[in-house]
């Protein structure tokens, strides 16, 4: 009997050993960079075997990035573009994906089967289009330019759409007994309902909004409407690669992603909508 209960402990031991094994080689490559971001210029930082955390830790490097070039301009930018494009994606995808869950309609599944297909098309096809309606919009150096692209996206709806789906039915036919519209029931029962993946989808949103490269460097060419990873792409050019100052540049650029997503995974919980109905 005592075997068999160390057996267990044994493999859980290895199994966690295994995944902390996994989790410093992922995490290396950010230790790596903020052991630089601190280092002083008299340390080397390619050293071998490397030292991550630096002997005299120095927070110099952010001064002089925030000091000496527009960092706060490019923070706020990438904050305004994010938050937008979070706020009117939530928005659009879950309208969309209201109908295709809820709704019985003509035509309803091939109009899924569509959004969905359009995963499969690499954003590289309908750049040049895109580019060319921005341009005959007047919304090229602007925030709307920026954030066009991203109004709605086919793993939004469908995201949304399965989560719609696993709402209880009497909650919906409550409310339509007590006299709701269809928009109503959208908002005061469904919205709630699904909480935990609006939250998983504007993580996903946010971090592929705060992260763009190619589009805002495509449709912006003025620096006050840079976002943080042309500002810190414009640093490297400007810097002739001064690692440390790119390191710290870089922090600058990844800590509002690792701060909201520790502010919002506890809202990342599985909810009981069902608890509330009797069978």
């Known amino acids: 009997m005592q075997t068999k209960l160390q057996q267990p402990k044994f493999q859980v031991f290895w199994l966690y050993l295994i995944l902390g094994a996994i989790a410093i080689v992922m995490l290396f490559p950010l230790l790596w960079l903020f052991g630089t971001s601190l280092k002083s210029p008299t340390e080397d930082i390619f050293s071998f075997p490397p030292q991550i955390f630096p002997r005299q830790p120095t927070l110099e490097n952010f001064f002089k ?51 969905i297909s359009t995963i499969m098309i690499p954003f590289q096809i309908v750049m040049i289009p895109l580019y060319i309606l921005t341009v005959q919009l007047g919304l090229r150096n ?7 692209p991203t109004l709605a996206s086919a793993f939004g709806i469908f995201l949304l759409r399965q989560a719609f789906q696993s709402v209880p039915k009497e909650l919906e036919e409550a409310s339509r007994i007590d006299g709701c519209s269809e928009l109503g029931i959208w908002w005061h029962v469904m919205i709630p309902a699904v909480r935990p993946a609006l939250v998983t989808l504007a993580i996903f949103v946010f971090i592929g909004s705060w992260s763009d490269f190619l589009w805002p460097l495509i449709v912006l060419d003025r620096p006050e409407y840079f976002t943080l990873p042309l500002g810190v792409a414009r640093l490297a050019s400007a810097l002739d690669f001064d690692w440390r100052l790119i390191a710290a540049g870089s922090i600058i650029s990844i800590a509002p992603v690792l701060i909201l997503f520790l502010f919002l995974q506890r809202y ?11 069978g």
């Open 65 to 115: 990035v925030w000091q000496n070039y527009p960092f706060g301009q490019y923070l706020l930018n990438s904050t305004l573009v994010a938050a937008l494009t979070v706020s009117i994606n939530l928005l659009f995808c879950s309208l969309a994906a209201y109908p295709l869950a809820r709704l019985d309609f003509r035509g309803r599944d091939a109009i899924l089967a569509v959004v």
């Open 142 to 148: 602007t925030y709307v330019g920026v954030i066009l």
């Open 268 to 278: 990342i919980i599985p909810t009981d909508t069902g608890s509330g109905v009797k």
